[in-house]
């Protein structure tokens, strides 16, 4: 996970600093900055505004997740259209894993068959491992768990950059410098 790795990183440069770390939505974790409740946000691809300042932290693609034995689970690629006839378990509005398959959706009059929203990443990757259906993760989120696995979406190939945001008069602020520091090595 980008936010992880973030963290890692920030630690080995800087292991006195400490953190507290609280792992939400994209669209909490904006809340959050907004209303000063937080210095930074890991944010995939956060909107524009002029209030934040952002720094690419990495580039990552959305990719199916599906039961090891699914008809599809061993094709090396997938188009969305392919998915088309399967059952859908979609992450909660404001995530965006579901914001970057909808945009990738729009304009194209496709609709899946049916559709089950989940309220979590946990919860999603547990549903595909029950058999309930397909999803999609974002692929360094992909691996690791033996009751799933990912299949690369050509027609979404540089669907996301994960970025380091934080509100513009707060990039002089110490911690704030530092994590700008230890975004742009990482981005490198």
């Not at 963290?7 to 959050?32: D, E, G, H, K, M």
């Not at 505004?49 to 039961?67: I, K, T, Y």
């Not at 999603?124 to 989120?141: D, H, N, P, T, Y």
């Amino acid at each position: 996970h980008p936010a992880l790795a973030f963290i890692a990183a920030f630690r080995q440069r800087y292991p006195a600093i400490a953190l507290s770390v609280t792992f939400s939505n994209s669209q909490a974790a904006w809340a959050a900055l907004l209303e000063d409740k937080a210095d930074a946000a890991v944010v995939a691809e956060p909107p524009p505004d002029e209030r934040m300042r952002r720094v690419l932290l990495g580039q990552q693609r959305l990719v199916a997740l599906l039961p090891p034995n699914h008809r599809l689970g061993r094709r090396r690629n997938l188009r969305l259209a392919d998915l088309r006839e399967e059952q859908l378990l979609l992450r909660e509005e404001g995530s965006t894993t579901r914001r970057i398959l909808e945009k990738a959706l729009e304009g194209t009059g496709m609709r899946f068959r049916s559709t089950l929203e989940l309220g979590s990443r946990e919860a999603v990757r547990e549903g595909v491992a029950m058999g309930l259906g397909i999803s999609f993760v974002f692929e360094q989120e992909g691996g690791g768990d033996p009751r799933s696995v990912t299949v690369m979406l050509a027609d979404l190939e540089a669907s996301n950059r994960d970025m380091l945001v934080f509100q513009r008069g707060d990039a002089d602020r110490a911690v704030v410098r530092a994590m700008i520091e230890v975004a742009e090595v990482m981005a490198r």
